[in-house]
C-alpha cells in the first residue's frame, strides 16, 4: 500500500531505480504513475497484499511502511487479536514470503511495539530471521519500529516460541 507517500520517488532518488509500487487503489496508483512519469524505474501497480500477483521469489527486497497496521485497525485489544486478524495478517506475511528472493530482506517499518507485531512475524513457515530495532527520539514521545527479516536465514529460538504461541489456543477458564 504506497499510498500517497514520496519514498518510492525517494528511494529512485539515492539510486534504487528499480521500484515496484502497489496500493489496492486505482485512483490513488493512476495519480502517482502522473506524477512521477519523469521516473521510468518506477512502476506502480494496482494489487492486493492479500494475493500479490508477482511470481514466486521475484524481489530481493520488499518495504511496507504501516500497510500491515491496516490490518489491525479493528482490533479493540493488541493483546488478543481475533482469528481473523492474525489470519489476514498471516495471509500476507506468506505472500510477502513467497515473493521474497532466497537471502532477501523484508522491511517493515510500523509504530507496532515488538511485543505485539513479532509473534505474527516470528513463524518458521516463512522460512526468515527477525531483527527489530527502535527508532525515534529520546524524550519516547512517540518510536516506530524498524523488523529486518532475512530470507533463508532461521529465526533465533526465542522468536521461534514466540511465534509458536501466537497459534495455540489459549488456556482453560
Not at 506475511?93 to 513467497?98: I, M, N, Q, T, Y
Request: with cysteine.
Amino acid at each position: 500500500g504506497c499510498g500517497n507517500s514520496a519514498l518510492s520517488h525517494d528511494l529512485h532518488e539515492l539510486g534504487y531505480t528499480d521500484v515496484t509500487s502497489i496500493d489496492f487503489s486505482a485512483a490513488c496508483i493512476a495519480a502517482m504513475r502522473a506524477r512521477y512519469a519523469h521516473c521510468p524505474g518506477l512502476r506502480w501497480a494496482v494489487m492486493d497484499i492479500r494475493a500479490l500477483a508477482f511470481p514466486d521469489a521475484a524481489f530481493d527486497v520488499v518495504l511496507e511502511k504501516g500497510t500491515l497496521d491496516v490490518l489491525m485497525v479493528e482490533e479493540t485489544d493488541p493483546w488478543d487479536v481475533s482469528p481473523q486478524a492474525a489470519a489476514a495478517m498471516h495471509r500476507v506475511l506468506a505472500e510477502v514470503s513467497r515473493v521474497l528472493r532466497p537471502g532477501g530482506c523484508f522491511i517493515s517499518i510500523t509504530f507496532a511495539q515488538p511485543h505485539f507485531r513479532k509473534p505474527h512475524y516470528a513463524q518458521e513457515a516463512f522460512g526468515w530471521s527477525l531483527r527489530h530495532a527502535a527508532c525515534g527520539d529520546d524524550a519516547g514521545a512517540f518510536h516506530y519500529f524498524l523488523y529486518v527479516m532475512r530470507k533463508g536465514q532461521p529465526l533465533d529460538a526465542p522468536d521461534l516460541a514466540l511465534g509458536r504461541r501466537l497459534h495455540q489456543p489459549p488456556p482453560p477458564p
